[in-house]
Structure formats: structure tokens, C-alpha cells
């Protein structure tokens, strides 16, 4: 025993004096030799740096489809994914510790024969040809160097070239071989090496440079890799230097041959061999979508803006990123491809990509807020456009969810649903009956063309058809502005605001944000849609109605898990109840009217849309909304299970007027995004309201 643990302060004082003398040319003081030896032999494993104990090495995050997969993109700073042992080809882990290494099996950390021969050759050379490295001790150096959590300073110095640093190495080195196995050595090392070309371990290794897993990887092939690691960038023959890296092949397979693992003539056959790369990259980030699918890039742009707002994955938004790109993430979102794939489509038949005005569209699922698609006339890409066109056809604009440079564009009508709600939380029942006129003067101030003497004074857009006495089902299916004037001045602006706010609807530009925060009981306009918003907002909004007042927070994925497969709490819905049910669901009743289905009480009496039921086959309800001057035009619709909202717009100028017409189109297509969507789902009814809801003044009710 005692000579034992004497062996091994021998062998860490040797390599303490050699490795001093490469590194710097002169020995150590022999008290500092001594005192650092000691220090290495009583120093346990458990006390070792947790960074070698548990690496923390950064891999790529991989974002899916709802298929689970259905790959949409990669996010990483270093393409990097680890993989077992016994998922490498043999003769690729031959081949590294023949090139780097071919005494790992008979040392314990630190080979003293490699000092001896470094230190001969060095000193002879006078400057540094070889190294003394050991895999296991190249293994500590790259741990050091590629920790997530250290700063860029800080990996720089745990691989600077000095005496201290490497007799640290050698230290952590033998303590590792105290407690690991050379196979999980090995392992932990082909993880982690550089092989150029952006490619960390050997799994991405591999495909980078032959598009195959490691396990497929031929003699010639594993040689060639196994060379790169030396001289990662100036080896790298897809970028570097294609002579280097052969010479380095043939290297490793004379290695090979030495050592006696691989027979001379397969060594020959293999050294003669053209390289055959076929290089393939792993996408990265959203503008790395497939080819072909340039659409999802607008989902995976807004899933990206989701993770930085989640506490889950840091504190900062620039730390949220860096776990993404270096934290191995296994990640299923919400993004249905045949849904995507509908929508896209039908988005495309309204308008073409090289159209200023734009069609933004988002499908939510009630219940859980899951995005299921988003899409717009537009490729997500970095591309120049032609001169004079801002926006199109390319553009990373987030023009669906908005956020950025995008506040949203105005709803119209579709706002009439907050006012409604307003009402029925504050005890009007359905029935509520009014006379309107084909123009009010309410007591709002407000200056512009819907003012008079600094009141405002909306009209109806289509009198013979709006004006006269109506009800909740009546005026929200005909949309009459004189009625849910009136209605707003019954129940408070503020209310109707909050109840948009309450429902999801995020008032970013600035004029809208200060109103609602300093002028909401004045803001009588705010029903009628003048806000911007987004067709996600929307979509969620209406959703949270269709899940009988369960609001949730717009959700981009189903599942996360951690590079140890572990679940994220942070995939789960976030949901809470915000309306009383029996008020959704009246709210339910009257939304039934506008796309010509039919109430549960039949009292539904005229429609915007009203061939959307009809052509749907199964119960539907929503809102069409057109902005003044038709300057944008909104079509919202849902099912129990689902909730689509389509805008049109020109993102680039608002003053330029879609026109009425486009609204027709725009129903169509969103009635063939809810028949894709719903393909295969049972019909489902909406549950009726009670009588109470429908024909009685009930006092207050709140869903908070």
C-alpha cells in the first residue's frame, strides 16, 4: 500500500518537472514540485471541479414539428450531441487513440514516456514540436475550455499555455483515472473534441463531413477524422487545407498498422481511398428551416421569442438564449404541419409573396393556447428584396404575433366581442334590447372624422340592414356600430378595455398603451377595433370563449426535455379561468350568429359571413371586422377545439386600403383552415347558455 501510493507521488513529481521543463524551458523550485505532488495525491475525485465530475458540454437544441419528428430547426453555438460508445464504430475509437493517444490503455492519466519524448524532442528542436498530452489529460483541457458557463475570458485562460495550467491538467487527469473507466474516458472525450468545420464529437463529426451516425463510419473515414483533431481549422479539407487532412489520414493509418490493430493491406486499401466527403450542415436558428418551408420560420422566430421570456431557462433574455443553443434541448412544439401546410396555402391564394399587403394568420387550440400554425405571404428569410419593397417578399419581421417593429393592425368589429363580454359580466343579459340609429352621439370626446362638437359619433356602415331595434344576437351578427356604441357607454369603456387586456390582447404601440392606461373610461372608439392588435392575440382571445372562459397563454410547444431526457415544466399550458362560464358561453350564443349558424335560443338574425357555417358542416361561431376606410380587414373564427384569426393588412403603410372585397376571400380561407385542422375530429357543439344569461338581468358577474 505504501508503496503504492509512493508510485504514484513518483509518477505526479516527474511529470510536474518535465511538463515545466517543455513548457517553459527550466524546472520547477523543488518545494513547489513537492508541495503540488502532495496536493494532486490527496485530493479526491468528489473535490474535483463539478465541471469534470458532471461536464456541462454545450450541445445543439432541437426544435420539431407536433409529429415529435418533423425537424423545423437547430439552435446551437456548437453542433454538438452526444452519443454512447456503443454507438461508435470500432475503428473510429480506434483510430482517435492511435492518432492522439497510443498508450491511453497502459497509463493512469499522465504518460511519463510522452514528457520524456516531448522534453527530448523539444529541447533538441529548441521550441515546442510535440506535446505530452494524454487523451485524458486533452479530455480536462477541453472541459475546462468549452464550459457553458464560463465567459469567453475565462475559457481562453483554461487553455493558456503555462506551466500552472498544465500541471493542473495532469493533476485532474490522474484523479479522473482514479475514478473513471478508460471507456468512459473515451467517451466523454469523443463528445467533446473539436474536428473542424463547426462540428463538436464525433456524432457531429460525422455527419458533417459524410452525412452518416459514427456507428457507419468506414476505416478510411474514421482515420480521417481521428487526424483532424490535432489541427481542427487548417486540417479541415471542407474549408482548410484537403492535402493536410490526407497526409493526417495516412498518419493515423501507419498508427494503426503499428500498433497492430489494423492489417497493412486494409491500411493501403484505405490510404488509397478518395476522401468522398458529403458534407451536410445541421440547420441553425429560424432562418436554418428546411428548404421548402420558409413559412415555419415565422413560428420558430415567435418560439424563440417565447423562450426568452421564460424564467425557466435564466434570468436574462441573453441567458435564456444561451441555454437554448448550448443546453441539448430535445423540444416537440406545437406547429402541426398539416394545419401549417393548409394555411399557408390558403393564405397564398388571397395574396402573392411579392404583395405589399399581407394576410398574417394564426390557429390556436382552446383550452391549452397551443399555436398549432402561423403563417403569411412572406418567406422568413434575410434575402435582399427588389428595390422599393421593404417587406416582400422577404422578411423576419414577426408579422403574425407582432412584437419588434410590429405593433399589429386594427381589428375592426372583432373588438365588439370585449364590449359584449363587458356587458354580460355586468348582468345585461343577451336580450338586451336597443334601437339603433344610423348614427349615436355618445359622450366620448374624440376629434377627427367621427366627431361631433369633439363627441364621438359613429354611423352604421350599412343602415337598411344595421339600423332598427336589436338585440346582443342581432347586433353583434349584423355588426352594429350605433349599438355596441350605446352598449360601451352602458358599461364603461374601461371595462370593454380591460375585458381585451383580461383576454389576452397585448396594446403595444404606444398611443394605444398610454389611452388604455390613462384614458380607458374616454377611449368609446376601442370597441370598434381602432387598437392594433395581432392575429395570434386575437385568435387566443376568441380561444379563451371557445374554452368556455379559460384563458391560456399562447404556447409554441408540447414538450421539452433537458440533454438528460428529463421533462420542463415550462412546456406545460399556463391557464386560468377569467370568465364566468355561463358568460362565455352566452358570449358563445351571440358569436354563433355572424358566420350564419344558428343560436341555441334562435334568435340569430343576419350574418357578415354567412355561408361559413354552411360550407364548414359543423357548428362555428366568430367575428368579421373591417377597419376604417377598409384599411385592414380581420375574419376570426372557432370551433369547440379550434380558433383561427386572419388579417389583412400592409404592414408597410396602413394608410394603404385593403379594400371590402378581400373579406369574402378571407372567410373562405379560413373556413378550409378550420376543415383541415378539424379533419378526423369529432363535431362538437357548443353548450347552450342558461336562460338567466340569455333573457334576465342577473346583477354582476366576474370570472376573475
Known amino acids: 500500500m505504501i508503496r503504492a501510493r509512493l508510485d504514484k507521488l513518483l509518477t505526479v513529481v516527474i511529470a510536474g518537472v518535465l511538463a515545466g521543463l517543455v513548457l517553459a524551458g527550466a524546472a520547477l523550485p523543488a518545494a513547489l514540485v513537492f508541495g503540488i505532488g502532495f496536493s494532486a495525491l490527496s485530493t479526491p475525485y468528489s473535490e474535483l471541479p463539478n465541471t469534470l465530475r458532471t461536464p456541462p458540454t454545450a450541445q445543439r437544441s432541437n426544435l420539431y414539428a407536433s409529429d415529435g419528428t418533423t425537424l423545423i430547426t ?32 497502459k497509463h493512469s ?23 505530452a498530452s494524454t487523451l485524458t489529460m486533452q479530455y480536462v483541457r477541453n472541459v475546462l475550455a468549452s464550459d457553458p458557463r464560463l465567459t469567453e475570458g475565462q475559457r481562453r485562460a483554461a487553455t493558456e499555455v503555462t506551466t500552472a495550467r498544465k500541471l493542473q491538467e495532469m493533476r485532474y487527469a490522474l484523479a479522473l483515472e482514479r475514478e473513471l473507466s478508460k471507456e468512459d474516458i473515451l467517451t466523454r472525450y469523443l463528445n467533446i473534441a473539436y474536428f473542424g468545420a463547426g462540428a463538436y ?12 451516425s459514427p456507428a457507419e463510419l468506414t476505416l478510411a473515414q474514421a482515420a480521417l477524422l481521428a487526424g483532424l483533431v490535432q489541427s481542427p481549422d487548417s486540417d479541415d479539407p471542407i474549408n482548410g487545407d484537403a492535402d493536410s487532412a490526407l497526409e493526417r489520414r495516412s498518419y493515423v493509418l501507419e498508427r494503426l498498422v503499428e500498433s497492430g490493430q489494423v492489417a497493412a493491406d486494409a491500411a493501403d486499401a484505405a490510404r488509397t ?51 437554448l443553443r448550448r443546453g441539448g434541448f430535445s423540444i416537440v412544439s406545437s406547429l402541426d404541419p398539416a394545419v401549417q401546410r393548409a394555411t399557408t396555402e390558403q393564405v397564398l391564394k388571397i395574396y402573392k409573396p411579392t404583395d405589399p399587403r399581407a394576410v398574417p394568420t394564426a390557429v390556436v387550440q382552446p383550452g391549452t393556447g397551443r399555436v398549432l400554425a402561423m403563417s403569411v405571404n412572406r418567406a422568413y428569410s434575410v434575402e435582399d428584396n427588389p428595390i422599393g419593397q421593404k417587406n416582400h417578399p422577404n422578411t423576419v419581421n414577426q408579422l403574425v404575433a407582432g412584437g419588434g417593429a410590429i ?14 363580454l363587458a356587458a354580460l359580466e355586468s348582468g345585461l343579459p343577451l336580450s338586451t334590447e336597443f334601437t339603433a340609429p344610423s348614427q349615436i352621439l355618445t359622450r366620448f370626446p374624440v376629434t377627427g372624422g367621427a366627431s361631433c362638437d369633439g363627441s364621438w359619433c359613429p354611423s352604421n356602415a350599412n343602415p337598411s340592414s344595421m339600423d332598427g331595434p336589436r ?19 352602458k358599461v364603461g369603456a374601461d371595462r370593454v378595455v ?20 390613462y384614458g380607458a373610461k374616454n377611449w368609446g372608439p376601442f370597441t370598434l377595433g381602432v387598437a392594433a392588435t395581432t392575429p395570434l392575440d386575437l385568435a387566443n382571445a376568441y380561444a379563451t370563449v371557445a374554452a368556455e372562459g379559460t384563458w391560456c397563454a399562447p404556447l409554441p410547444v408540447v414538450s421539452i426535455s433537458d440533454s438528460t431526457g428529463r421533462p420542463v415544466d415550462a412546456a406545460k399550458p399556463d391557464c386560468r379561468q377569467v370568465l364566468d362560464t355561463d358568460v362565455a358561453r352566452a358570449a358563445i350564443d351571440a358569436s354563433r350568429c355572424p358566420v350564419g349558424d344558428q343560436s341555441m335560443y334562435g334568435r340569430c338574425d343576419g350574418a357578415t359571413a354567412p355561408d361559413l357555417r354552411a360550407r364548414l358542416g359543423r357548428p362555428v361561431a366568430g367575428k368579421t371586422g373591417s377597419s376604417e376606410r377598409y384599411e385592414t380587414e380581420t375574419v376570426v373564427a372557432f370551433t369547440p377545439q379550434l380558433a383561427v384569426a386572419s388579417m389583412a393588412a400592409n404592414p408597410d403603410d396602413p ?35 342558461s336562460e338567466r344569461a340569455a333573457f334576465q338581468l342577473t346583477g354582476p358577474r366576474n370570472g376573475n
Not at 453542433?79 to 461508435?88: A, G, Q, T, Y
Open 498 to 517: 380591460e375585458m381585451a387586456e383580461r383576454l389576452g390582447i397585448v396594446l403595444r404601440a404606444d398611443p394605444d398603451e398610454q389611452l388604455a392606461r
Open 74 to 105: 437547430s439552435f446551437y453555438q456548437e453542433d454538438r450531441v452526444d452519443v454512447p460508445l456503443d454507438e461508435v464504430a470500432p475503428v473510429m475509437r480506434q483510430a482517435i487513440v492511435a492518432a492522439e493517444d497510443a498508450r491511453f490503455y
Open 407 to 420: 405593433d399589429g393592425y386594427q381589428g375592426g368589429s372583432t373588438f365588439k366581442l370585449f364590449a359584449l
Open 655 to 689: 394608410r394603404d386600403a385593403v379594400g371590402q372585397a378581400v373579406q369574402a376571400r378571407m372567410v373562405t380561407a379560413v373556413g378550409e383552415v378550420l376543415t383541415a385542422g378539424l379533419r378526423g375530429e369529432p363535431v362538437r357543439d357548443f353548450v347552450p347558455p
Open 471 to 489: 338585440t346582443m344576437w342581432s347586433a353583434f351578427g349584423r355588426s352594429v356600430n350605433t349599438y355596441f356604441a350605446w352598449l360601451t357607454e
Open 109 to 131: 492519466g499522465v504518460d511519463l514516456r510522452g514528457v520524456v519524448r516531448a522534453f527530448t524532442v523539444n529541447k533538441r528542436d529548441g521550441r515546442t514540436r510535440q506535446g
Open 273 to 323: 481511398e478518395p476522401m468522398q466527403l458529403r458534407p451536410s450542415e445541421t440547420p441553425n436558428d429560424c432562418t436554418g428551416v428546411p428548404d421548402g418551408h420558409n413559412d415555419w420560420g415565422f413560428f420558430c422566430d415567435w418560439f424563440t421569442r417565447w423562450w426568452s421570456s421564460q424564467p425557466a431557462f435564466g434570468s436574462t433574455a441573453d441567458e435564456r438564449q444561451r441555454t
Open 201 to 212: 464529437g464525433i456524432a457531429a463529426a460525422s455527419k458533417r463531413y459524410f452525412s452518416r
